[in-house]
């Protein structure tokens, strides 16, 4: 036990992430080779079939070529610029821990524009694509569109903070930006994995299940990446909580009763309903657990800055399955889906929505505090508010 307690935590986990995204980068790139060109490598297809076996992968792909045929060249660029970003993402992690400044700046134009352009390709596929002929039914392609533009707007946010020079929070949501193009290797990972954990089920039942908690997983990554390079106990003008003690056991009491909700649901639609709600709760509960003894370490600790991080994206993550019950509603009136689809899609998306929620208010904390800040002291250039805040990684 005490040997496991002098590891480096957080080193073994950029270390994982970073093995995890370049051994994923040849995967991407050459993914949607074969459709192109018939008989071209394809590094992810080869793995599968040798892990797993021949006949999961070629019912999984067997039926692809018809969507794919729309937005093939899209879907190629959007693929090969993937793979890019996987490796443009570590370098840029890297580089941010090193503090390499000259070359993050010069990585960083190449990853942002990397992302807009991949992802206008992904959403040329999306547009030309009927939620019903996408992979493994409408709650992937619900999933892939809520990836979409959660990536596209955290970068967007990541380089306003940056060109109004607050670093702070740029690395908030290229952090989060990264979190969610990482659902693509860590989805490919679960595809390998999973198979040994439900034996024979095709590679679309075991994406269902993957879907139900990979936005818990990435935006609760980003979040602990955040905490870990952001190490200030306090923050000019931030006093207070906007996450008090009756906000959090309301947001709970309202979480609790959309689990309860989905867990009704879910029980009653036999095995496969008992295992997409299994591959929800667990890392939820989990990913909750975590969250709740930080904050209160933090506050114990007298470190209130990050009791308050901890406290708003715990607020959202309490929200998520009430918010995913109640996205169901228009996914099953106005989409046609029935009801298990639809909730599904709802739950799927639910925790990667207020991810990106609870970061939106976190940036607002902050700026409303340097705001508190200005107006106290009104002389103050106000460029020296803007100016990079020092954060140790101690």
């Known amino acids: 036990m005490n040997r496991l307690r002098t590891i480096a935590w957080p080193r073994v986990a950029l270390l994982a992430l970073v093995l995890l995204c370049l051994g994923y980068a040849p995967i991407a790139a050459t993914e949607l080779w074969p459709y192109a060109h018939p008989g071209a490598p394809a590094i992810g297809q080869w793995l599968l079939a040798h892990t797993v076996s021949q006949r999961y992968v070629s019912d999984a792909f067997a039926d692809r070529i018809g969507p ?5 060249a899209a879907m190629v660029v959007h693929s090969v610029l993937g793979g890019l970003l996987m490796v443009l993402g570590p370098v840029q992690l890297l580089s941010a821990v090193r503090r390499r400044i000259r070359l993050h700046r010069a990585m960083g134009v190449l990853f942002t524009a990397t992302v807009y ?98 936005g818990s997983v990435v935006v609760f990554g980003a979040l602990v990446a ?72 933090a506050g114990r600790t007298g470190r209130p800055w990050a009791r308050e991080e901890w406290r708003l994206h715990l607020v959202g993550l309490a929200l998520a399955p009430a918010v995913s019950v109640a996205l169901a509603v228009p996914f099953e009136r106005y989409l046609g889906l029935d009801r298990p689809t639809a909730l599904t899609a709802g739950v799927s998306i639910g925790c990667g929505l207020l991810g990106f929620w609870a970061t939106a208010v976190v940036t607002m904390r902050v700026l409303y505090g340097r705001e508190v800040v200005r107006r106290a002291v009104p002389d103050r250039p106000s460029r020296t508010l803007n100016s990079p805040v020092r954060m140790e990684n101690r």
């Open 117 to 214: 352009a991949s992802m206008a390709g992904a959403a040329d596929y999306l547009l030309r694509t009927r939620p019903a002929d996408a992979f493994s039914g409408p709650t992937f392609w619900i999933v892939l569109a809520t990836i979409l533009v959660g990536t596209v707007l955290s970068a967007t946010m990541g380089v306003i903070a940056a060109l109004t020079r607050r670093p702070d929070l740029h690395q908030r949501w290229m952090l989060l930006c990264y979190g969610y193009l990482t659902t693509a290797p860590l989805l490919r990972l679960e595809w390998t994995v999973l198979p040994f954990v439900f034996p024979g089920l095709s590679v679309a039942e075991i994406n269902r299940i993957a879907v139900m908690h990979l």
């Open 68 to 72: 794919y045929r729309h937005s093939l």
């Open 226 to 297: 955040s905490r870990l390079l952001d190490r200030r106990s306090n923050l000019p003008g931030v006093t207070g909580s906007w996450a008090p003690v009756p906000v959090l056991v309301a947001a709970q009491l309202v979480g609790a009763a959309g689990l309860g909700w989905i867990s009704s649901q879910y029980l009653g639609w036999g095995a496969g309903g008992r295992r997409l709600l299994l591959a929800y709760l667990v890392p939820y509960l989990a990913t909750w657990a975590v969250m709740a003894r930080q904050a209160r370490r």
